[in-house]
């Protein structure tokens, strides 16, 4: 058994008055690419907001590689070593592609570079536009370049909210290659409401539904599970 580098032990996150998170408990799995599903509103990015202590647990605990991180600032979360890319993705689009890169990164480093380079390789179109401002992007490479900022610093695992939405079938496709090549170096944690992009990463998931965790295992059994997909994802 592996040790799981993440993991949420019976989290309750409130939001002003609204009980939004009611005891999830999930753990991740280093090297692997996890995916929470669930219906709109099921509290998806509310885990991953918690996580990152954007939208802080009110009890519970979260681990990262065996340390407590429930009641520390996003900024500490952030430098322990996960990246998060929220679904209104973080572009800044008055800037450059360029300078978004810049802005992402600590300091410009002989690595920095060579991270840069490989993100180029996964993502040709922002090295085209790297001195076009961000905000004219369409809306695919707006979401390359919110997963590609993710990547300019060495990360223990990348969380990724959502990033099919608004995306046609061929750029689905070409980000779940991107996403299966990052794979290959960092624990992703992936929310997805498209199905085939999830199958296409996901290994292991979890299925969230008002707040709690109500089904998880191998994505691999997921697929074959007809009823399961049409009572929780509406798919069948
Ligand atoms: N800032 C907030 N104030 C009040 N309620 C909130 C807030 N943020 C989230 N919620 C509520 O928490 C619940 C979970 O929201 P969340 O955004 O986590 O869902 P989700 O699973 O990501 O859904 P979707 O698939 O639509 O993105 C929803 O009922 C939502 O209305
Ligand atoms: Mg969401």
Redesign the pocket.
């Given at each position: 058994m592996t040790e799981p580098i993440l993991s949420l032990r019976d989290i309750h996150t409130h939001?002003?008055q609204?009980h939004?998170l009611q005891g999830v408990s999930l753990e991740v799995k280093p090297g692997r690419a996890t995916v929470l599903l669930?219906?709109?509103?099921?509290?998806?990015?509310?885990?991953l907001r918690t996580i990152m202590g954007l939208?802080p647990a009110t009890s519970g605990t979260i681990t990262l590689a065996g340390q407590a991180i429930q009641n520390r600032r996003p900024f500490e979360i952030a430098r322990m070593g996960i990246g998060f890319v929220p679904?209104d993705f973080a572009v800044i689009y008055s800037l450059t592609v360029e300078e978004n890169f810049r802005l992402a990164m600590f300091k410009e480093s002989e690595e920095a570079r060579q991270r840069l380079a490989g993100i180029f390789k996964l993502f040709p179109d922002l090295e085209k536009f790297l001195h076009s401002k961000a905000g004219v992007l369409s809306g695919g490479q707006k979401q390359m370049m919110a997963i590609a900022l993710a990547l300019v610093l060495e990360h223990q695992i990348v969380l990724i909210?959502?990033p099919s939405k608004g995306l046609a079938p061929v750029v689905v496709e070409h980000l779940g290659e991107s996403l299966n090549r990052i794979k290959e170096t960092t624990t992703i944690v992936l929310?997805e409401?498209n199905f085939y992009l999830a199958s296409k990463v996901g290994q292991d998931y979890f299925i969230?539904d008002d707040?709690r965790v109500v089904h998880q295992g191998l994505m691999e059994d997921l697929m074959k599970d007809q009823e399961l997909k049409q009572k929780y994802l509406g798919i069948g």
């Open positions: 939001i002003q609204h939004i669930g219906r709109n509103g099921a509290g998806k990015s509310t885990t939208s679904e909210d959502e929310v409401q969230l707040g």
